[in-house]
């Protein structure tokens, strides 16, 4: 079994900045991540997408970014494993931690940051009829090609950012979209919901569920709609249906210990992003320190794992500094 300093488990945008730190803080650590490619969410739910709200970063593509993000992990040749998926994380009586890959025991650590985002991306399902016999034939769950799209009339189900993102992002090659949200309260940004207003390609209808989804045996070609306020249900000729209604988090996924939790749904972490089980720190979108809600963005993701790694160095080594020096002291 190897020994290591510390394991970072996952290589999503938190995971990857994690791992630049833990090189200019000289943590001998190990990066393990469950699929064959960095970038979390950025490279499986939206990477032709521009982003805009990075510090210093005025506008890049989501999977241009996740390539400089990796550039800046590999800074200090770090051990990146891919097609790693933690399966446990089973503390010794000395105080470490032996982590289980893909069933096998595989590395002993004195500590762990936790940067698993929403897992494996499991989308939440509508659970109708014809849900499951037309996935991929008519019904996603993301956008990952925008040309999958073209001359299709669309519907998306949810009112959050990722169904206005992705009803801006189709705009543009599609015949018409309609986002359909259920309890008349739209949660997407105030900007995202403004600009899709403004294109007449795109309708957004309150309180309305899908309540069966039809097609001809290859793709889907109509939906039947609930409007929830006047109880009437009529059809919709659609194309395709995006369901963009969350993915299923989980903050307890390892059966060797538990972690405290907020809402079930985040890893309660202390302003420091250690969790209740010393020498296990999470960080970015599956950490929470308080029950507000969460900003689960990139660059607040980056900013905790910064501060986790610098508070896993001072675990680590009691003596050293819980700052490092700047990186612009660095001359590499
Ligand atoms: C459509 C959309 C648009 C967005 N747009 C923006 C934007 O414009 N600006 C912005 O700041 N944010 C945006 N976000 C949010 C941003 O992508 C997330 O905040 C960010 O990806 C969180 O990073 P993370 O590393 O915490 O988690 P994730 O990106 O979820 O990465 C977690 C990684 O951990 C891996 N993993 C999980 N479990 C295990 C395991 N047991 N073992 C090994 N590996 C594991 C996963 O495979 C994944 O690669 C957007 C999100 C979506 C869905």
New binding site residues.
């Given amino acids: 079994m190897e020994e290591v300093e510390l394991v970072i ?8 900045f994690a791992t630049f730190c833990a090189g200019l803080r000289a943590i001998k650590s190990v990066t ?4 064959e490619t ?9 990477p032709e ?1 521009k ?4 510090q210093g970063i005025p506008k890049m593509v ?1 999977s241009e970014l996740a390539k400089k993000m990796y550039e800046q992990a590999t800074m200090f040749n770090p051990k990146i494993v891919f097609n ?4 446990d994380i089973i503390p010794t009586e000395g105080g470490r931690f032996i982590l289980e890959v893909n069933g096998e025991q595989a590395y002993e650590s004195k500590a762990v940051l936790i ?7 499991t989308p939440n399902k509508l659970n109708v009829e014809g849900e499951g016999t037309y996935a991929d034939k008519g019904v996603y769950y ?1 956008v990952k090609s925008i040309a999958d799209f073209k001359d299709d009339r669309v519907i998306i189900v949810g009112g959050g ?2 169904a206005f ?2 009803a801006l992002q189709i705009e543009p090659v599609v015949k018409s979209v309609i986002i359909a949200q259920h309890n008349g309260i739209l949660k997407a940004a105030e900007s995202s919901i403004t600009a899709a207003k403004e294109k007449p390609k795109i309708r957004v209808m309150l309180n309305t569920e899908i309540k069966k989804i039809f097609g001809n045996g290859e793709k889907v070609n109509k939906v039947d709609i609930l409007d929830n306020v006047s109880k009437t249900s009529s059809y919709l000729d659609v194309d395709s249906v995006i369901v963009a209604i969350g993915h299923k988090a989980n903050p307890n ?1 390892f059966k060797s210990i538990t972690f405290e939790s907020v809402n079930e749904r985040y890893i309660k972490v202390d302003t420091n992003y250690k969790t209740n089980i010393d020498g296990i720190y999470a ?4 950490a929470d320190v308080s029950n507000e809600p969460k900003f ?6 980056g900013a905790e794992a910064y501060v986790a790694i610098n508070n896993i160095k001072k675990y680590l080594s009691p003596q050293s500094s819980l700052n490092g020096e700047h990186s612009s002291n660095l001359n590499l």
């Fill in positions: 488990i996952g290589a999503g945008p938190a995971g990857l393990l991540e469950g699929l960095y970038g979390g969410q950025m490279h499986e739910l939206y997408k982003v805009y709200d990075i989501s790693s998926d933690v399966t940067c698993a985002g929403v897992g494996y991306f993301k950012d990722s993102d992705y996924i960080a970015g979108d599956i689960a963005l990139l660059a607040v993701g």
